[in-house]
């Protein structure tokens, strides 16, 4: 399984010519802890890769797809592809493509109350119906996980936010 945060962490740490106990204080965290980051034992919390990923100059919200990609099994992997990212700050309504016309649709009609009630939270169809509404990405995927179980039938998620302003190319796509 690919390392994707322990080799960007390692990286930055090397850059910066710090010892992993340097580097760790740096975030709150031991020396062992960043070991087991790089080698990828552990993956930080979302929060603390967010506060490394800035620093690192990733943009957030490649930082947090990247964070998903790494808490998924490798055959799911692919399903994240980076590079039809929105650069930072480009807003887009719809994170991921959806996998059917039921998700899709659902998605429609609820989107617009959704963005009035639940602005940047996250939401998560499956076969036609909501399945999981969080206030963040990583409280989504556990709520998935409680509710529905591991391994999974395929979910669209989208983050609540207004239509995008410009026109992008495809999301990539994630089966949570």
Known sequence: MKNYLGEQIHSHREVLNMTQDQFGSKYDVSGPAVFKFEKGYVKPSLDLWLKMAKDFGVPQ???VLLWVKSKLP????DFIDLAGEVAEGGKAGVVAM????ANM???DEEREQLVITNP???VAYQDGRRVALEPSLDRLVAALDETLGSPRRPCDFHEIVERAEVE???S????V
């Open 61 to 63: 919200r490649k930082a």
């Open 74 to 77: 490798e055959e799911y992997q």
């Open 98 to 101: 959806p996998s059917n016309s």
């Open 105 to 107: 649709q659902k998605w």
């Open 120 to 122: 940047g939270w996250f």
């Open 168 to 170: 992008r190319g495809p």
């Open 172 to 175: 990539p796509r994630l089966m």
